[in-house]
């Protein structure tokens, strides 16, 4: 299976700040990332796929970046909205795994 | 709005079958090029994809849980299902049905709310 590994597990930040989370998978993955942003007791919503596309509808403070093994997940403007943890995800390859997750806090 | 719903036991007994379906409303089952999947959360822990089923019947499980998953569909009632046999205490988890986008199985647009199922005699 490829390992996702995210870095910080968790961040305060203050609203207005810029975020980065980065995210490394254990084999190169190409382009086949995705970024989920979850709030306490509801689903993952998807943000970001193929790496750097926004989903549809997700505003343009979220972005993403990255190919092969290091990829990264940035929040230009960090709104009280964005409060959950947010986790990478490669299809890549079966089975489709995810990083552990980053906890995003207001500071 | 396509819309999905999970339904099932709350609570499984150790060595009994996990049975859990989704009803998807908002949209056909059977239409083309779709996958439609089952991921699960235990609590305070991260997301585990368990396996999909394309709309022609194929299926993809996960390794690790392969040998007591199946993953059917049942195109007459718009609903698809999960079964995980011989299941233990870590199997309790939040349970998510979810469809994924046009051709790419592993890009999850569309999630249940999630079901919490327990295993505990």
């Known amino acids: 299976d490829i390992q996702m590994t995210q870095s910080p597990s968790s961040l305060s930040a203050s609203v207005g700040d810029r975020l980065t989370i980065t995210c490394q998978a254990s084999?190169?993955?190409?382009?086949?990332l995705n970024w989920y942003q979850q709030k306490p007791g509801k689903a993952p919503k998807l943000l970001i796929y193929?790496?750097?596309n926004l989903e549809t509808g997700v505003p343009s403070r979220f972005s993403g970046s990255g190919s092969g093994t290091d990829f990264t997940f940035t929040i230009s403007s960090l709104q009280p909205e964005d409060i959950a943890r947010y986790y990478c995800?490669?299809?890549?390859?079966?089975?489709?795994?995810f990083g552990p997750g980053t906890k995003v806090d207001i500071k | 709005q396509l819309q999905l719903q999970e339904s099932g036991p709350g609570l499984v007994k150790p060595s009994e079958t996990l049975s859990l379906t989704c009803t998807v409303s908002?949209?056909?089952?059977?239409?083309?090029?779709?996958?439609w999947g089952w991921i699960r959360q235990p609590p305070g822990k991260g997301l585990e994809w368990i396996g999909s089923?394309?709309?022609?019947?194929?299926?993809y499980y996960n390794p690790s849980l392969k040998s007591r998953v199946t993953i059917s569909v049942d195109t007459s009632k718009n609903q698809f299902s999960l079964k995980l046999s011989s299941v233990t205490a870590a199997d309790t988890a939040v349970y998510y049905c979810?469809?994924?986008?046009?051709?790419?199985?592993?890009?999850?647009?569309?999630w249940g709310q999630g079901t919490l199922v327990t295993v505990s005699s």
């Open positions: 995800q490669q299809y890549d390859k079966l089975p489709f795994t």
């Open positions: 908002g949209g056909s089952i059977s239409s083309g090029s779709l996958y």
């Open positions: 089923i394309y709309y022609s019947g194929s299926t």
């Open positions: 084999q190169d993955i190409s382009k086949y």
């Open positions: 193929d790496a750097s």
């Open positions: 979810a469809r994924s986008t046009i051709a790419v199985a592993g890009r999850i647009v569309y």
